[in-house]
């Protein structure tokens, strides 16, 4: 009887830890949402947004160029570093303004 008790009470708090853990990640994500959903107003804040987006489209075209057949993924990573750096270049007038 005790031991039923024990591996009752034990599995209760096993599905509840597990359901506050994985409650969690999506109060963040619910969190991170609204973050998106306020508009940058400061030129630090557009700054910061652009030079993510900048990372972001870098690392997709990357990604893109990883697929490629070698004989064009040299002349693609190179196009992907001049749209980064041009990318960068626009987040650093951000702030120059």
Do not use: N
Not at 36 to 57: C, F, H, N, S
Request: glycine share 6%; charged share 25%.
């Amino acid at each position: 009887m005790a031991t039923k008790f024990s591996s009752l009470l034990i599995s209760t708090l096993l599905t509840v830890a597990a359901s506050s853990a994985l409650a969690q990640p999506v109060a963040m994500e619910e969190r991170l949402l609204e973050r998106g959903a306020v508009a940058d107003v400061t030129p630090r804040q557009l700054y910061t947004t652009a030079i993510k987006e900048a990372g972001g489209g870098h690392k997709l075209w990357l990604s893109e160029c990883a697929a490629m057949a070698a004989a064009g993924r040299t002349a693609c990573r190179r196009e992907a570093k001049l749209a980064y750096d041009r990318d960068m270049a626009t987040a650093r007038a951000i702030l120059r303004k």
